[in-house]
């Protein structure tokens, strides 16, 4: 019978030796981690993208002195993050 085991996928790719449990373990956590970072680029991006849009329709329908005021502290807030 064919069985779907970590030795016996280990001894047929041939690296029997250099898998262990614990090596299996950071491995896992590694990828569950770039995952992770990855995910939360894009969530990132595209949050910052919608708020953007936003903050550009916002500040179309004001006026200019309050337009150059509000652009002043959002350039702020960014630079302080």
């Given amino acids: 019978m064919n069985e779907l085991s970590i030795d016996n996928i ?3 790719l041939g690296i029997a030796n250099y898998l262990n449990e614990q ?3 950071l491995l896992t956590s590694i990828g569950v981690n770039l995952l992770g970072g990855v ?7 595209w949050l910052s993208r919608k708020a953007a849009v ?10 200019g002195s309050i337009r150059h005021w509000c652009r002043y502290l959002v350039r702020l807030c960014a630079m302080q993050a």
């Fill in 23 to 25: 090596s299996l373990n």
């Fill in 39 to 45: 995910l939360t680029l894009v969530i990132g991006f």
């Fill in 54 to 63: 936003m903050t550009r329709d916002w500040l179309s329908k004001l006026t």
């Fill in 10 to 12: 280990s001894n047929k």
